[in-house]
């Protein structure tokens, strides 16, 4: 069975910087895109960014070049460097992939921006 699990979330302050991370297990890693999704409190799941497995990348338009995905194949895992953070960025951020049919989600971790 696939593993996603996400790490780095937090709290930070409006305008602050942080970086969530995504170790996958139980999966040729380097062959399949990744991508990170958020959901808000009382929003749906939108997702934030996606990174082929030839390193092309794709963001949503809210993250308006503050928001970086990345990935090390040799260490299975994601990355979402993300700054210039705003209240509107508090959300539970979540890894995901896709492999044939099968959706794979990790537990997901929760970022806060508030002072």
């Known amino acids: 069975q696939v593993q996603l699990v996400e790490s780095g979330g937090g709290l930070v302050q409006p305008g602050g910087s942080l970086t969530l991370s995504c170790v996958a297990s139980r999966m040729d890693f380097r062959n399949n895109a990744m991508r990170w999704y958020r959901q808000a409190p009382g929003k749906q799941r939108e997702l934030v960014a996606t990174?082929?497995?030839?390193?092309?990348?794709n963001y949503a338009d809210f993250t308006g070049g503050r928001f970086t995905i990345s990935r090390d194949n040799a260490k299975s895992t994601v990355y979402l460097q993300m700054k210039s953070l705003t209240p509107e960025d508090t959300a539970v951020y979540y890894c995901h992939t896709r492999i044939l049919i099968q959706d794979y989600w990790g537990q997901g971790t929760r970022v806060t921006v508030s002072s």
């Open positions: 990174i082929t497995r030839g390193d092309i990348t």
